[in-house]
């Protein structure tokens, strides 16, 4: 069984503070992604990573970075958390074209 | 730009009746595309894929798909629905030059009344 694991399901934290989301995978797939799904707006990209140290920005980049350091594991940081900040986020897995696999997705809360 | 168009957001339908949910892309050459299937509360599951040759195709849960090129088309259907397909439904389109960047939908959100 593919596992994607995210380090947190719950996670609350205050406007201004630096927060790291953290997503390792066992299945030695490149590429790797992370979205953030909100009602109604789906699942956006916010930067997806085809190889180690390589990172490409996605649709709403804007407030996050990313770091892959080993091909396991991609992390997503919020340099300064705030409000509008506040939701799911899923990390994925994806080999070449086939399927992407999901974590089971971090539920952040900035207050 | 990659872009995914769902273009309704709820649906409602009858117990047996057939579904069609629609999924238009914005793409400069051939994509592959999924569906995925989110029940309230759980993560996404793949329905189908296509990536070349036969443009119908049949996934799980008895639902198929099929790629119109012509008109960007990658429409989901199944012909009875049952009260537990109610459920949100995500398309999803990538492409190998962009890096297989994978982008998706907004989603459908489907009710089924009995």
Same mark, same amino acid.
């Given at each position: 069984d593919? +596992?994607?694991?995210?380090? #947190?399901?719950? $996670?609350?934290?205050?406007?201004?503070? +630096?927060? *790291?989301?953290?997503?390792?995978?066992?299945?030695?797939?490149e590429n790797m992604f992370w979205y953030r799904q909100d009602p109604g707006l789906g699942l956006r990209l916010i930067y997806f990573s085809y190889d180690v140290k390589m990172k490409e920005k996605g649709d709403i980049p804007e407030g996050y970075s990313v770091s892959r350091e080993k091909k396991?594991? %991609? #992390?997503?940081?919020l340099e300064s958390a705030s409000t509008n900040q506040t939701s799911m986020y899923l990390c994925a897995i994806a080999k070449g074209r086939a399927?992407? *696999? %999901?974590?089971?997705?971090?539920? $952040?809360?900035?207050? | 730009a990659q872009s995914v168009t769902q273009? =309704? !957001?709820?649906?409602? &339908?009858?117990?047996?009746?057939?579904?069609?949910?629609?999924?238009?892309?914005?793409?400069?050459?051939?994509?592959?595309?999924?569906?995925?299937?989110?029940?309230?509360?759980?993560?996404?599951?793949?329905?189908?894929?296509?990536?070349?040759? =036969?443009?119908?195709?049949?996934?799980?849960k008895g639902f198929e798909a099929e790629f119109k090129r012509s008109q960007s088309s990658f429409n989901l259907r199944k012909p009875s629905v049952h009260w537990s397909d109610a459920a949100e439904y995500f398309c999803a389109?990538?492409?190998?030059?962009?890096?297989?960047?994978?982008?998706?939908?907004?989603?459908? !959100?489907?009710? &089924?009344?009995?």
């Open positions: 593919v +596992k994607v694991t995210q380090s #947190s399901r719950y $996670l609350v934290k205050r406007t201004g503070e +630096k927060v *790291f989301l953290e997503c390792v995978q066992d299945m030695d797939h396991e594991r %991609f #992390s997503l940081i399927e992407a *696999f %999901f974590g089971q997705g971090t539920r $952040l809360t900035v207050v | 273009p =309704d !957001i709820h649906i409602t &339908v009858s117990e047996g009746a057939s579904l069609e949910l629609r999924c238009n892309y914005s793409y400069g050459a051939t994509p592959y595309l999924f569906w995925y299937v989110q029940s309230p509360g759980q993560g996404l599951q793949l329905l189908l894929k296509y990536f070349s040759g =036969d443009t119908l195709v049949q996934g799980i389109v990538g492409a190998l030059e962009y890096g297989n960047k994978l982008v998706f939908g907004a989603g459908t !959100i489907l009710r &089924v009344k009995s």
